[in-house]
């Protein structure tokens, strides 16, 4: 059963950093790409970056210079370490594959950025 389970999450002011986890299981976290996304109050889910099973990198536009997506095989962990947070990065983080996700998500995490 593939469970994905996000935490790291918070309330933080403009311009805090937080990290991200995602602990996976279920399948073989090493042979897939992942990804992490958020969905914001009234918008689509959107994929804010990616890493390979080579740890290649990808990264939409408004996470380029301030996310940084890591992964530890070993832990069957995903990380996103976001800096320079701004108000348009509140949303619900959740983490999945890359390429055809799984239908059942995580419960994911609130992340708001607000003074």
């Known amino acids: 059963q593939v469970q994905l389970v996000e935490s790291g999450g918070g309330l933080v002011q403009p311009g805090g950093s937080l990290r991200l986890s995602c602990a996976a299981s279920?399948?073989?976290?090493?042979?897939?790409?992942m990804g992490w996304y958020r969905q914001a109050p009234g918008k689509e889910r959107e994929l804010v970056a990616s890493i390979s099973e080579g740890t290649t990198t990808y990264y939409a536009d408004s996470a380029k210079g301030r996310f940084t997506i890591s992964r530890d095989n070993a832990k069957k962990t995903v990380y996103l370490q976001m800096n320079s947070l701004k108000p348009d990065d509140t949303a619900v983080y959740y983490c999945?594959?890359?390429?055809?996700?799984?239908?059942?998500w995580g419960q994911g995490t609130q992340v708001t950025v607000s003074s």
């Open positions: 279920g399948f073989t976290f090493s042979s897939y790409h």
């Open positions: 999945n594959k890359r390429y055809s996700p799984y239908n059942s």
